[in-house]
């Protein structure tokens, strides 16, 4: 397991590190991925800080805590790692789904009747004038959902923020969409993309 430890006026222990690789097997058995991780343990006036970064095959994603307690910060940190990964495996899985269902559409839409239920049928008057036909039966389209809106102060920040400071508060509260105000001011808005790429927008 490749994981590197920076300690910022931390001490790196044993325990420590048996707790994030403890952690670090329920996300491997959950993402069933190899990655690369980054545990960054810092203290900061009495308040004992953890950053876990693993970086899987379509971006990372960040775990961050802070607690009296460091085993209780990287408790908390994997914590919110294992929901974030639960969330990345359950979009990926979605995402092949929909890559699946647009084959199957494509097929009952006359690309390809290979997997279309045929029947065998005689058309004409006669033995001798009639026409072999092939009759093909295709599964109704499933018709889409409604969709419901919901309210949500989660995705916006409350005070203004750097970019980085951004970025890491919409890793925290599992957001794919971010909207915060730059220290002069100016609205921004962090989206994160299928391929889990971060994009800014910055709104006119």
Sequence with gaps: MNVEYTGRHYEVTPAIRKEVETGLNKIRKILGDKFETKVILAVEKHRHKAEITI???????VGLAQAKDMTIAVSEALEHLEKQALKYKTKWETKKRLARR??????????????????????????KTAVPVAVHRYPAVAKTTEV???????AVALRPMTLEEAIKE???????????????????????????????IEAP
């Design 170 to 200: 919409a890793h925290f509260r599992d957001r794919d969409v971010f909207v915060f105000r730059d220290p002069k001011g100016k609205l921004m808005i962090l989206h994160r993309t299928r391929d889990g790429k971060m994009e800014l």
């Design 55 to 61: 970086s899987p095959r379509n971006g990372p994603l």
């Design 148 to 154: 419901h809106l919901v309210r949500s102060s989660e």
């Design 102 to 127: 647009t084959e199957e559409v494509k097929k009952w839409n006359g690309h390809d009747t290979a997997g279309a239920e045929s029947v065998l049928a005689a058309v004409g008057l006669t033995e």
